[in-house]
C-alpha cells in the first residue's frame, strides 16, 4: 500500500529564512508521481510541482526548490528566503500509476507559519 | 478560467440529517474525488469516480455515498450525520490520462459542522 509521511506538523521561521519540508513514501510501484500542493489560509489547494519516477533531476521555480531522492523514498521541498506570504499548509502527495483514477495519496501537511 | 465549484463554503447540520455537498468543475474531467481534512491527518479519500455513474469506495467510505449523474458534477452524501463527520471536505477532478498523471484542480473547500 502506498505511504506519504510528513513528519513535520509545523515550522515557523521568520521572513528570510529558508524552510525545508520533508517527504517520505512508500510504494511498490516502480512508476509513480510525486506533488506538493500549498493550502493557503482561503483553503483551496494550488498544485505546485510534479515530478515523476523517472525524473530525479532536481527543480527550483524562483524561490522554490525540490530534491527528489528515490534511494531514500524522499521528496523534499524547500522555502528560500521564506516570506509571509508562503505562511500556508504544505502536502506532499503520491499517485501510483496504476491507480485507478490517477488518485492521490496524500501525508499529513505541513504548517508554515513564516513572521515578520 | 477553469474551475471545481463547491455549493457550500460553510454548513452546519443537525445530528442525524441527510446532508448533500455539491460539487460541479467544468473542465471536462473524467475523474472526480471527495476527500476530508482533518487536523494532522492530511487528506483522507472517502469516494471518488472515473466515469458518471460509476464510483468506487476510497479509505473512509463509512457513512457516506456519493452521485454521479452528470460528468461534471459529483455530490457527496452523509445519510445521516453524526458530530464525528464535522470536518472539511474537499473536492477535485483530473483529466484521465494514461500517459502522464496531471494531479488534480481542488475545489475551495465546504467547512461543515455538525451539532
Known amino acids: 500500500a502506498q505511504k506519504v509521511t510528513q513528519a513535520q506538523t509545523e515550522i515557523s521561521v521568520v521572513e528570510k529564512e529558508d524552510v525545508t519540508l520533508d517527504c517520505v513514501y512508500e510504494?511498490?510501484?516502480?512508476?509513480?508521481?510525486l506533488f506538493w500542493y500549498k493550502q493557503p489560509p482561503s483553503g483551496e489547494l494550488v498544485f505546485l510541482i510534479r515530478r515523476n519516477s523517472f525524473d530525479e533531476q532536481n527543480e527550483i521555480s524562483g524561490r522554490y526548490s525540490w530534491n527528489f531522492q528515490k534511494s531514500t523514498s524522499s521528496f523534499n521541498f524547500t522555502i528560500t528566503a521564506s516570506q509571509v506570504v508562503d505562511s500556508a499548509v504544505y502536502f506532499c502527495a503520491l499517485s501510483e500509476a496504476r491507480a485507478a483514477g490517477n488518485k492521490l495519496t496524500f501525508g499529513g501537511g505541513t504548517r508554515v507559519l513564516v513572521k515578520p | 478560467d477553469v474551475k471545481v465549484t463547491q455549493s457550500s463554503r460553510y454548513l452546519v447540520k443537525r445530528t442525524g440529517e441527510k446532508v448533500f455537498l455539491e460539487c460541479v468543475q467544468d473542465m471536462d474531467h473524467e475523474n472526480m474525488f471527495w476527500y476530508r481534512q482533518d487536523p494532522g491527518l492530511g487528506l483522507r479519500l472517502i469516494y471518488f469516480s472515473y466515469d458518471v455513474k460509476m464510483k468506487e469506495k476510497g479509505d473512509i467510505p463509512e457513512g457516506y455515498s456519493v452521485s454521479r449523474e452528470k460528468k461534471e458534477r459529483f455530490s457527496l452524501i452523509l445519510e445521516s450525520a453524526s458530530t464525528n463527520q464535522t470536518s472539511m471536505y474537499l473536492c477535485?477532478?483530473?483529466?484521465?490520462?494514461?500517459?502522464?498523471?496531471?494531479?488534480?484542480?481542488f475545489g475551495s473547500g465546504t467547512r461543515l459542522t455538525v451539532v
Open positions: 477535485a477532478s483530473s483529466p484521465q490520462d494514461r500517459t502522464i498523471n496531471y494531479g488534480y484542480t
Open positions: 510504494t511498490r510501484d516502480t512508476t509513480y508521481y
